[in-house]
T-cell receptor, first 111, second 112 residues
Framework: DAKTTQPPSMDCAEGRAANLPCNHSTISGNEYVYWYRQIHSQGPQYIIHGLKNNETNEMASLIITEDRKSSTLILPHATLRDTAVYYCIVRVNNYGQNFVFGPGTRLSVLP | DTAVSQTPKYLVTQMGNDKSIKCEQNLGHDTMYWYKQDSKKFLKIMFSYNNKELIINETVPNRFSPKSPDKAHLNLHINSLELGDSAVYFC???????????FGPGTRLTVL
């Protein structure tokens, strides 16, 4: 079972920031927070991950609360091509510890 | 220059047949995986494999078997196909068993 809770769906206006929340209140100290997305009919795409500190890359920013019980994925300027299902996953980075995908958040970017 | 590729993209077959799906990665990774995404869109791990160890999800029927001719390939063989095997199957790879996984485009299997 997924260890995370996400809203089932969200809308965002094109060009605005999309903020996708994730709750992981039972996260362990050695578990990372990962974000993937799946655009319709494609394979899941890695976005970003982090342990404690906030992270930023060319795709997104990841904000993790100080107690690590929740996080927010930020897409700074959403485009129509960002419409997808976004998955928040917590995982220990050891072999055999697999990614457990929940239902995710379906983000719709509206023109 | 696709990182993780799968063939075929679509596979339609009859119940009872045996089929294979191929996966190749050109990332130099040493760990590969197979996932199944069913009609409810839940993505579940089936196998994790590196050159030392195969980890099988206990819910996977033994009609499914991964075969790795070399580090860059992990093929999925399915015997005696059943209607419930209809799904999208994704291959993935990672540098090692603990790092980020990168997924292929998927193979949509339809069993009639």
């Amino acid at each position: 079972d997924a260890k995370t809770t996400q809203p089932p769906s969200m809308d965002c206006a094109e060009g605005r920031a999309a903020n996708l929340p994730c709750n992981h209140s039972t996260i362990s100290g050695n578990e990372y927070v990962y974000w993937y997305r799946q655009i319709h009919s494609q394979g899941p795409q890695y976005i970003i991950h982090g342990l404690k500190n906030n992270e930023t890359n060319e795709m997104a920013s990841l904000i993790i609360t100080e107690d690590r019980k929740s996080s927010t994925l930020i897409l700074p300027h959403a485009t129509l091509r960002d419409t997808a299902v976004y998955y928040c996953i917590v995982r220990v980075n050891n072999y055999g510890q697999n990614f457990v995908f929940g239902p995710g958040t379906r983000l719709s970017v509206l023109p | 220059d696709t990182a993780v590729s799968q063939t075929p993209k679509y596979l339609v077959t009859q119940m009872g047949n045996d089929k294979s799906i191929k996966c190749e990665q050109n990332l130099g990774h040493d760990t590969m995986y197979w996932y199944k995404q069913d009609s409810k869109k839940f993505l579940k791990i089936m196998f994790s494999y590196n050159n030392k160890e195969l980890i099988i999800n206990e819910t996977v029927p033994n009609r499914f078997s991964p075969k790795s001719p070399d580090k860059a390939h992990l093929n999925l063989h399915i015997n005696s196909l059943e209607l419930g095997d209809s799904a999208v199957y994704f291959c993935a790879s990672s540098q090692d068993g603990g790092s980020t996984q990168y997924f292929g485009p998927g193979t949509r299997l339809t069993v009639l």
